[in-house]
Structure formats: structure tokens, C-alpha cells
């Protein structure tokens, strides 16, 4: 068999070392997975809000309550809902940016 050899301008690779390349991988998923879960949370926060908002429209008209004042109170609803989605999105996030910043000071 041949070996096969890497060409000279090639960084160097040392994988007899599994632990630290492990450590490595994780801290990157986690970097990764941390910044999308804000995206995943925004589309929740999102669905949540059309779906609430459909449900008090869908029931106020099958109430045979007065068109305009569902209309109002199904864009209330949906507002209120999408406002305090944002809220805790945004709290949840600072949270957790925090935290990281704890555990990084912690880890030093």
C-alpha cells in the first residue's frame, strides 16, 4: 500500500489526539446550535402568533360575533402574542449570552 503524503504548504494534522479533537468539535456544534436556536425560536414565536390569531378570528365568526370587532380583537390578540413572544425571545437570548460569559470567565 501507499501511503499517501500531504502536500508541503498542508497544515499538519495530529489526530492521535481524540480527546482534545472531540472538545474542539462539541465547542463548534455548540457555537452553531446556539446561534440557530434564535432562529428556530423566532419561527415558533411566529407560528404561535398565526395560530392564536386564527383561533380568535375562527371563533368570534363562528360566535356570529360582529366582523370588525373579531377582526380587532384577533389582530389584538395575535399582536399582544407576537410582542411578548419577542420579549422572551430577547430575555431568553441575553440570558443565555450571559451565561456563556460567566462560564467563559469561570473557565479561565
Known sequence: MTRHRPHPDQLP???SD???IEVIVERRLAERFEAESFQWRFRL???ET???GLLVLFAGLLLKQP???VLRASLLVAA???ATGLLLLSLSAGTAKLM???RRRRGK
Do not use: D, G, Q, Y
Request: hydrophobic share 60%; proline share 0%; aromatic share 10%.
Open 13 to 15: 494534522l495530529n489526530w
Open 18 to 20: 481524540n480527546e482534545a
Open 45 to 47: 414565536v411566529a407560528i
Open 50 to 52: 398565526v395560530m392564536i
Open 67 to 69: 366582523t370588525m370587532m
Open 80 to 82: 399582544s402574542c407576537f
Open 100 to 102: 456563556s460569559r460567566v
